[in-house]
């Protein structure tokens, strides 16, 4: 995990408004993978959503010093709409009475696709700006998480 120390000053309002969306992204990822973790009675399972959450924290970290630097601290809770989305999961557990883990990998897969989208947009936005070089670094990151969880769904589902 790469992390940036130095200050990015004099980002955009267009750019701090995408670093705003990344960190809710990466808040409701976090909390998304913490769930996943408990759903799931795989040792393997846990092991990486609780290394993804970590990890997505920590991208969090890096979004939200960015943003301090440029216009003071911001409280990220995450969405409303992941929020729900959360529940849901956790209800359609409850309801069949077993850990589904393909049908808990395939709503963490739809999640990554989410992020991963929201990151390639913002890295075409940011082309040319000092904060691109940290975006592509989270990238890459959130890539190669999204394509773990792809491939354990995908062999889920065989």
Not at 12 to 28: F, I, P
Request: hydrophobic share 35%; with cysteine; proline share 1%.
């Amino acid at each position: 995990m790469s992390v940036h120390n130095s200050a990015i000053v004099g980002l955009s309002d267009g750019t701090l408004t995408k670093l705003r969306e990344l960190r809710r992204l990466c808040v409701d990822s976090s909390k998304g993978f913490e769930e996943c973790a408990e759903l799931t009675d795989s040792a393997g399972l846990k092991s990486l959503f609780i290394a993804i959450a970590d990890e997505r924290r920590g991208l969090d970290a890096e979004l939200e010093r960015q943003i301090e630097w440029n216009e003071g601290h911001e409280e990220e809770d995450g969405s409303y709409l992941a929020a729900m989305h959360r529940a849901w999961i956790k209800v359609r557990d409850a309801m069949s009475g077993k850990h589904d883990d393909a049908y808990i990998l395939s709503e963490a897969e739809r999640g990554e696709d989410a992020i991963k989208e929201a990151y390639e947009d913002a890295l075409k936005e940011t082309t040319g700006s000092p904060i691109h070089s940290l975006l592509a670094d989270q990238y890459l990151q959130v890539k190669d998480a999204h394509d773990r969880v792809r491939d354990l769904r995908d062999a889920a589902k065989a």
